[in-house]
C-alpha cells in the first residue's frame, strides 16, 4: 500500500522515497514507492508526471492499494523524486474552480454535475438539466466571487454514521472512506482529486462556450493560469484586428460591421459595372459559334454573359476563371440544343456539368489554349 503524500500535503513538490518493486510494462517501467507525492489518475485529473530518479515520470494511475508510476527508465533503492508541480498546481486551480463553479450552479440550477473532463486547452463540465444564459452569467460571476472571498478547501473524512448528516454532491456510489472536499457554503462534494488550500488560489473562472448535451449541457471554462493565458491570447488578437482595423480595442465589433457593409457594396457596385462591360462586349459580337474568356470571373459572371452574347450569336460559349484554377463555363443558345457540345467538352477538357437544352453550365481544369483548341475543332 503506497502512502499518499499528496493527501497530507497537495503542495509537496520533491521528497524522497524507497522503490518497493520496478517492472516493464506496455507504457514503460512500472514504478511502486513507500510513499509518493504523485496524484493517480482520477476523478476526471489526470496523473501527475515528472522525475524518479533519472528517470522520467509519464503517467501515473492508481492500482487497488497502490499507486504505480509509469517510468521511462528502471529505478531502485532510495530515490528523489520532483514533480512538474506548475502542471500538478494549474490541475489543482482547475479542480477546485469546478468545484466552486459545479455547486453554484447546483444551487442556482437544481441540477448535477454527471461528466469531468480535464483537457490540454481547457475544462468540459455536463450538466443533467438545462441552463439558461442568465443562470450561466449568474454563475460564473457567484464562482468569482467565491474566489476573491478566499474561503478555506477543507477535507472531511466522516464516519458511516456521520456521513448521512451530510448533504453533498457525489457523482457515484464510493465504496469504504468517503472524502468529503468542503468549500464553506458553496460546495460540498465527494472528491479524490488533489485541490488548493484557498479559492483564491484559483485565479479566475471564465465561461467559455455552453452547447447542449445529452439531456443537460456541456460548459467549457477556463480557470487559473490556464485562463491568464486565454485571456493573453485572445487581448494579443483584438489587438491584432484593432490595428487592422484602425479601431479601438472596444470598437472592433461596429469596426468589422462597417468593413463588412463596404465590402457588400462594392461587391454589388462590381457585380454591376461587370455587366456593363459584359453588354459592350456582347454588343459587338455575332457568328455561328463564339466564345469569350472572362478572367478572374465567378460561374455566375459566365451564365450572365453567355445569356447576353446569345441573343447575337448562334451558340455563345463564357470561360470565368484563369489557368491555374481552371474555368467555370456556360454554353448557351436561342436555336440549338448545347448539351451535346457540354459533353464535349467535358471529355476533352478534363470538365463536369450539364444543364438544359439552352444552356449547360459547368468547370473545367484546361488551360485557355486547350479550351480554343477544343472550340475552334467544333
Ligand atoms: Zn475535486
Redesign the pocket.
Known amino acids: 500500500m503506497t502512502q499518499k503524500l499528496f493527501y497530507e500535503n497537495q503542495y509537496i513538490k520533491e521528497f524522497s522515497a524507497n522503490v518497493v518493486s520496478c517492472t516493464e510494462g506496455k507504457r514503460g517501467f512500472e514504478v511502486i514507492l513507500d510513499k509518493t507525492a504523485f496524484f493517480p489518475e482520477g476523478?476526471?485529473?489526470p496523473g501527475d508526471t515528472g522525475f524518479i530518479g533519472n528517470a522520467t515520470v509519464i503517467d501515473t494511475v492508481e492500482s487497488g492499494e497502490d499507486i504505480i508510476h509509469i517510468c521511462s527508465d528502471a529505478v531502485s533503492g532510495d530515490v528523489e523524486c520532483r514533480l512538474d508541480f506548475e502542471k500538478r498546481f494549474s490541475f489543482m486551480q482547475q479542480?477546485?474552480g469546478?468545484?466552486i463553479f459545479s455547486g453554484i450552479i447546483h444551487s442556482i440550477c437544481g441540477c448535477d454535475n454527471v461528466g469531468f473532463h480535464m483537457g490540454e486547452h481547457n475544462i468540459t463540465v455536463d450538466f443533467n438539466c438545462a441552463v439558461t444564459l442568465q443562470q450561466l452569467e449568474e454563475a460564473e460571476k457567484l464562482s468569482n466571487e467565491a474566489v476573491f472571498a478566499n474561503i478555506p478547501v477543507e477535507a472531511i473524512y466522516p464516519s458511516d454514521d456521520e456521513l448521512c448528516n451530510y448533504d453533498y454532491r457525489s457523482k457515484k456510489e464510493i465504496k469504504g472512506q468517503v472524502r468529503l472536499?468542503k468549500i464553506g457554503d458553496v460546495d460540498l462534494?465527494a472528491?479524490?482529486?488533489?485541490?488548493v488550500a484557498f479559492t483564491g488560489e484559483v485565479g479566475i473562472i471564465k465561461v467559455i462556450s455552453m452547447a447542449n448535451y445529452k439531456s443537460g449541457v456541456r460548459i467549457t471554462l477556463q480557470i487559473g493560469r490556464k485562463a491568464l493565458a486565454d485571456y493573453c491570447e485572445k487581448n494579443k488578437s483584438v489587438h491584432e484586428i484593432s490595428a487592422l482595423l484602425k479601431a479601438k480595442t472596444n470598437e472592433v465589433t461596429s469596426a468589422v460591421e462597417r468593413v463588412m457593409a463596404q465590402l457588400q457594396d462594392a461587391r454589388y457596385k462590381y457585380s454591376a459595372l461587370k455587366k456593363e462591360i459584359f453588354a459592350f462586349r456582347a454588343a459587338d459580337a455575332s457568328g455561328e459559334k463564339y466564345i469569350a474568356f472572362d478572367d478572374g470571373g465567378e460561374a455566375e459572371d459566365a451564365r450572365i454573359f453567355s445569356d447576353m452574347l446569345a441573343e447575337n450569336c448562334g451558340i455563345a460559349a463564357v470561360f470565368s476563371g484563369n489557368d491555374e484554377s481552371g474555368y467555370k463555363y456556360a454554353i448557351t443558345s436561342r436555336s440549338e440544343d448545347v448539351r451535346a457540345i457540354g459533353k464535349e467538352l467535358n471529355s476533352a477538357c478534363n470538365g463536369r456539368g450539364g444543364g438544359k437544352s439552352d444552356m449547360v453550365q459547368g468547370s473545367v481544369a484546361a488551360k485557355r489554349e486547350e479550351i480554343e483548341n477544343f472550340w475552334n475543332n467544333l
Do not use: D, I, L, M
Open positions: 476523478g476526471g485529473q479542480h477546485t469546478e468545484h472536499t462534494c472528491c479524490c482529486g488533489t485541490h
